[in-house]
């Protein structure tokens, strides 16, 4: 009779551990998988071969994503075309990008900086330049220790550019009918096919030059010889051109002379402006 109440008694503790063990684990797993509920989304789109990120005030970025230390962002992950794998290193995230389904993940960006995202999956001829730019912005420039230095690097960089930008656009928009255009003929993501036409293109400073992409791809023309240009992009730079789109590039500020640009999507197309 004594034998059998112990033997209740450790049957009892044996389930009691295995329930415990059994409610933390799924609690742990529960945490690592459901985003908090202030989480901000940020979908994230696959393309061959460059990355599109779209935030919840429906601004988009193509290629860069600025994210805010410290915010929780519940990212939900697709394709357009074929399999991708969107990684950060970094903060250890990896999760594929799949067309026809969203996955999610969640993550809390704690230190400041500028960080790699590449795709991790093999997706076609240019998957090595498939990568992008994440801008980890500090949280607030007022708990920065030394305030004589926090204007200069937190406020000043970020605030001062982006007025003159946008006034430059807006003249831009306003600006006459486009005096050139230049176009990106069908086929040409394929390397060897003409890639911009006319090539060189010669306009005169103050030209409007419209960018008519005719292929079924999207593409850009970005000022510079290639990706590994330090000066990238600093001349003009359409950004994405969806296929069948149109983007313009405002010549006035660019000085007389030859000016390389080539596709940040396939780098091997290349053209050149020759501004008179
Ligand atoms: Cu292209």
Request: charged share 15%.
């Amino acid at each position: 009779m004594g034998h059998a109440i112990i033997e209740w008694i450790y049957v009892g503790a044996v389930i009691c551990i295995l329930c415990w063990v059994g409610a933390s684990a799924w609690n742990v797993e529960h945490q690592l998988e459901a985003a908090p509920p202030d989480a901000e989304t940020i979908k994230v789109i696959g393309q061959q071969w460059f990355w599109t990120f779209e935030h919840e005030d429906g601004t988009k970025e193509v290629g860069e994503l600025h994210v805010n230390q410290n915010v929780p962002y519940r990212f939900e992950i697709t394709s357009q075309d074929v399999i991708h794998d969107f990684n950060v290193p970094d903060f250890v995230i990896l999760m594929d990008a799949v067309p026809g389904r969203i996955n999610t993940l969640w993550n809390v960006f704690d230190v400041p900086g500028e960080y790699l995202i590449q795709c991790r999956e093999y997706c076609g001829l240019l998957h090595y330049n498939m990568r992008a730019k994440l801008f980890v912005e500090p949280a607030s420039a007022e708990s920065t220790t030394s305030p004589a230095s926090a204007p200069t690097t937190g406020a000043a960089p970020a605030a001062s550019p982006s007025p003159t930008s946008g006034s430059q656009t807006n003249q831009t928009s306003g600006a006459a009918a486009p005096a050139a255009t230049l176009t990106i003929p069908e086929g040409a993501s394929v390397q060897g096919n003409p890639a911009y036409d006319p090539d060189p293109l010669t306009v005169t400073a103050g030209d409007v030059v419209e960018v008519s992409n005719q292929d079924t791809v999207p593409h850009t023309a970005t000022s510079g010889s290639g990706p590994e240009d330090p000066e990238t992009g600093s001349q003009f730079d359409t950004s994405i051109i969806d296929a069948g789109a149109t983007a313009q590039i405002d010549t006035a500020n660019l000085a007389a002379g030859d000016h390389p640009f080539y596709c940040s999507v396939h780098p091997y197309m290349l053209g050149t402006m020759k501004v008179q």
